[in-house]
């Protein structure tokens, strides 16, 4: 439903099928399930859901207007009833049950977001975390180092997240195999005669890269290259020109300027 979550958590269609076929097979219960949209996406999910129909499941496609206790007929007296718009007979249908079971959407763990600040990764609007490219890498956050297993990353039934979890493993070994990390090129250095230790470079530093340390009797700042993304913000932030970036330091810029600037008298 739009109006509570904006995203399709993918498992709720096929879980209300499995406890619908559960309840019919092991009790004979009558089942009613109400639903919106009915998405059975997934290798069998669609035959499942024909089975689950054919095993006398009734299917109500409309909102649930409320589920109240108020009685209006003998049948209904005990019972909670439930109120909704069966939308494709256009009418309104009141069904006695004994039990109601909501089934309602996947959600981001309530400490997401503080895990998101421990390791500096990012959330999407949803609440999950951002994968480095949600086709080619879902597996791996824009952080080196930190990878997404499972519903972390966004809804997922039990075959996928086995997927998930499987390529973060593979992607976390690959590392330990390799022994080494590929650092990128123009990374962040510091000028350790002009820094005074402020702490602004760590400060802004979004991965944390930038730290500083007690070094020599002063407060100094130091840069892990492994981590460092050579984004450039706290050369542009140090306020003593400190920091600057690998082949991009201010003399390397000021002879690119002037090789690109036009050449006076002739
Ligand atoms: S912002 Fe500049 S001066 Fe301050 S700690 Fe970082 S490198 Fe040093
Ligand atoms: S260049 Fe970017 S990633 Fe590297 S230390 Fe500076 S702010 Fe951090």
Same mark, same amino acid.
């Given at each position: 439903?739009?109006? %509570?979550?904006?995203?399709?958590?993918?498992?709720?269609?096929?879980?209300?099928?499995?406890?619908?076929?559960?309840?019919?097979?092991?009790?004979?219960?009558?089942? %009613?399930?109400?639903?919106?949209?009915?998405?059975? /996406?997934?290798?069998?999910?669609?035959?499942? %859901?024909?089975?689950?129909?054919?095993?006398?499941?009734?299917?109500?496609?409309?909102?649930?207007?409320?589920?109240?206790?108020r009685a209006i007929t003998e049948e209904e007296k005990g019972k909670l009833v439930v109120v909704a718009e069966d939308t494709? $007979?256009?009418? $309104?249908?009141?069904?006695?049950?004994?039990?109601?079971? $909501?089934?309602?959407?996947?959600?981001?763990?309530?400490?997401?977001?503080?895990?998101?600040?421990?390791?500096?990764? /990012?959330?999407?609007? /949803?609440?999950?975390? $951002?994968?480095r490219h949600a086709k080619l890498e879902p597996q791996v956050s824009a952080m080196d180092g930190i990878f997404l297993a499972g519903c972390c990353q966004c809804p997922k039934d039990i075959p996928d997240s086995v997927s998930h979890g499987r390529a973060a493993a593979a992607a976390a070994l690959e590392i330990i195999d390799r022994g080494s990390v590929v650092t990128e090129a123009a990374i962040a250095c510091v000028d350790k005669t002009l820094c005074h230790g402020c702490g602004i470079c760590e400060d802004i530093c979004e991965?944390?890269?930038?730290?500083?340390?007690?070094?020599?009797?002063?407060?100094?700042?130091?840069?892990?290259?492994?981590?460092?993304?050579?984004?450039?913000v706290c050369a542009v932030a140090c306020p003593s020109g400190a920091m600057s970036i690998k082949h991009f330091t201010r003399d390397e810029l000021s002879t690119m300027v002037k090789a690109l600037a036009p050449v006076e008298n002739g």
């Open positions: 439903d739009k109006n %509570y979550r904006e995203y399709c958590s993918k498992i709720c269609c096929m879980y209300a099928l499995k406890h619908a076929h559960h309840l019919r097979e092991k009790i004979n219960a009558d089942v %009613y399930e109400m639903y919106i949209d009915m998405r059975c /996406t997934g290798d069998g999910y669609e035959e499942f %859901y024909e089975r689950v129909s054919a095993e006398g499941v009734v299917f109500i496609k409309g909102k649930v207007a409320e589920v109240t206790d494709l $007979l256009g009418r $309104l249908v009141r069904i006695p049950v004994d039990m109601v079971i $909501l089934c309602p959407a996947m959600i981001p763990r309530a400490d997401a977001g503080e895990v998101a600040r421990m390791f500096s990764i /990012t959330q999407k609007a /949803t609440g999950f975390f $951002l994968e991965f944390r890269a930038a730290k500083v340390i007690l070094k020599g009797g002063r407060m100094i700042s130091t840069v892990n290259e492994a981590l460092c993304k050579g984004c450039g």
